[in-house]
């Protein structure tokens, strides 16, 4: 059960995977005279309390865009300040994430990650593999485009192969080459930061996803304005294209 206020929410309709992009952590620090980096380091905070909340929530799936592929331009010391951060929350939080039975993938090309980094994911994906209660993908040198490339270009190869023919290709064989092969679609998308675009985060998977765009800054994000944006969602109408049901007529009309 979760120990925050969950009373404006109906928990049978809550989304079954929740999708963030987690901005606004070098606005937060420089609001306050403080460098980026400590902007970063708060950020860090915010995601142990947005994995916890959605795991006592119940939902099953969490994706959090945390290194686009774009963000390798930013300043080096910048770089290597979210590089460290991201291997000591993967060395702090793994015992809570196996307490709380929490699986994590990670999505993009982690092959460009320094190698420090990379051992401390692979230790972790391969640590809380059988875990089911909430599977968190932390999506790092991740761009969409990129994603789309990538699923291009196995297919491509499996056609060479023999084992695919091109009039075979549909939309589910193209969700099943992504890096989020293992997981729905986003039913909803959280943007922090007051930011209306996508920055090339999910480009395929958010076709139908609501999205949700807060001036909260990401350090400031916590269980209180998650609920908030949980109960948008549930006013949300989805109509993937068709029409709303009628009511139907009664005889006295
Ligand atoms: C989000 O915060 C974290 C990453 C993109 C890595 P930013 O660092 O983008 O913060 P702003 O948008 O400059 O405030
Ligand atoms: C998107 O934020 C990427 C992440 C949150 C990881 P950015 O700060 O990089 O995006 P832009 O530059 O505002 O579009
Ligand atoms: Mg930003």
């Known amino acids: 059960m979760a120990d925050f206020d969950t009373s404006v929410l109906d928990m049978a309709r809550l989304p079954q995977h929740v999708a963030i992009i987690m901005d606004g952590n070098g606005r937060w620090a420089q609001r306050r005279s403080m460098s980026r980096v400590e902007g970063h380091k708060r950020g860090k905070d915010s995601v142990r309390a947005i994995v916890e909340a959605t795991r006592k929530l119940g939902i099953p799936y969490l994706s959090l865009f945390a290194f686009s592929t774009e963000n390798w331009q930013r300043p080096r010391r910048e770089v ?115 930011e209306m675009r996508i920055s090339n985060f999910y480009l395929w998977q958010l076709a139908y996803t609501e999205i949700y765009v807060t001036d909260a800054l990401w350090p400031d994000f916590r269980e209180a304005q998650y609920v908030e944006a949980l109960a948008h969602y549930q006013q949300r109408d989805r109509r993937f294209g068709r029409v709303a049901e009628e009511a139907p007529r009664s005889a006295a009309q």
Do not use: F
């Open 80 to 194: 290597n300040a979210l590089m460290s951060l991201l291997r000591r929350y993967l060395r702090t939080e793994i015992e809570r994430m196996m307490h709380n039975e929490v699986r994590v993938l990670a999505i993009g090309d982690v092959s460009k990650l320094p190698p420090s980094v990379r051992d401390e994911l692979d230790s972790a994906i391969e640590r809380t593999r059988d875990n089911q209660r909430l599977t968190v993908g932390l999506c790092v040198s991740y761009g969409g485009r990129e994603d789309i490339v990538n699923a291009a270009r196995a297919l491509g190869a499996e056609v060479e192969a023999g084992r695919l023919r091109p009039q075979d290709i549909d939309e589910a064989a193209v969700s099943r080459s992504l890096g989020t092969a293992s997981m729905p679609d986003p039913d909803l998308l959280i943007r922090t930061s007051g």
